[in-house]
Antibody, heavy 121, light 107 residues
Framework: QVQMVQSGTEVKEPGASVKVSCKAS????????MHWVRQAPGQGLEWMGW????????NYAQKFQGRVTLTRDTSISTAYMELSRLRSDDSAFYYC??????????????WGQGTLVTVSS | DIQMTQSPSTLSASVGDRVTITCRAS??????LAWHQQKPGKAPKLLIH???SLKSGVPSRFSGSGSGTEFTLTISSLQPDDFATYYC?????????FGQGTKVEIK
């Protein structure tokens, strides 16, 4: 069955960087774009971007351009989200979410369990 | 960015009720709209894609309709498992954007 398992809770100081992993299983990793979505506690959902695991191509929401880097390691079917220059308002759950369709970008049909990132001094 | 506006923000209903949630887009998005369900402490789950296509395995009491700028999610007979927050999401134009959510509560 399709599953994405994310890395654990992170606590970071303002100005630091965080890297969250998302290990996929149950499908061909290189066949589906991987998106990242975040959700501040008690708030709504915010799309950050996607990575094409086949080519490594990326597409970022303008809001995060210059601060977010999406990568992947096809040898271990894992996608990564790195966010730099962290601020307190980056405190949120970060989710990876698999695209619904092969080799293109659409909506997401499977989500990871989420990783809580807390930014605090 | 395309703004997605859901109404109502909160909805109180009883088991067996018919429930309708509306989502409006600030510009036309054809049928590139999805609905996701989220329960407290859990990741969202896809219910409907392309405005009206039910994801495999999702109960048939869920249905979606609309195109252009106006969309609805309907639950024909609310079940205890359906109390959750529902989000619409457009995937017509980057950045993908979500509505603010509609919380369905027990009356």
């Amino acid at each position: 069955q399709v599953q994405m398992v994310q890395s654990g809770t992170e606590v970071k100081e303002p100005g630091a960087s965080v890297k969250v992993s998302c290990k996929a299983s149950g499908y061909i990793f290189t066949g589906y774009y991987m998106h990242w979505v975040r959700q501040a506690p008690g708030q709504g959902l915010e799309w950050m971007g996607w990575v094409n695991p086949n080519s490594g191509d990326t597409n970022y929401a303008q809001k995060f351009q210059g601060r977010v880097t999406l990568t992947r390691d096809t040898s271990i079917s894992t996608a990564y989200m790195e966010l730099s220059r962290l601020r307190s308002d980056d405190s949120a759950f970060y989710y990876c979410a698999r695209d619904r369709i092969t080799y293109t970008s659409s909506t997401f049909d499977y989500w990871g369990q989420g990783t809580l990132v807390t930014v605090s001094s | 960015d395309i703004q997605m506006t859901q109404s109502p923000s909160t909805l109180s209903a009883s088991v067996g009720d018919r429930v309708t949630i509306t989502c409006r887009a600030s510009q036309r998005i054809s049928s590139w709209l999805a609905w996701h369900q989220q329960k407290p402490g859990k990741a969202p789950k896809l219910l409907i894609h392309k405005a009206s296509s039910l994801k495999s395995g999702v109960p048939s009491r869920f249905s979606g309709s609309g195109s252009g700028t106006e969309f609805t999610l309907t639950i024909s007979s609310l079940q205890p498992d359906d109390f959750a927050t529902y989000y619409c999401q457009q995937y017509d134009t980057y950045p993908w954007t979500f509505g603010q959510g509609t919380k369905v509560e027990i009356k």
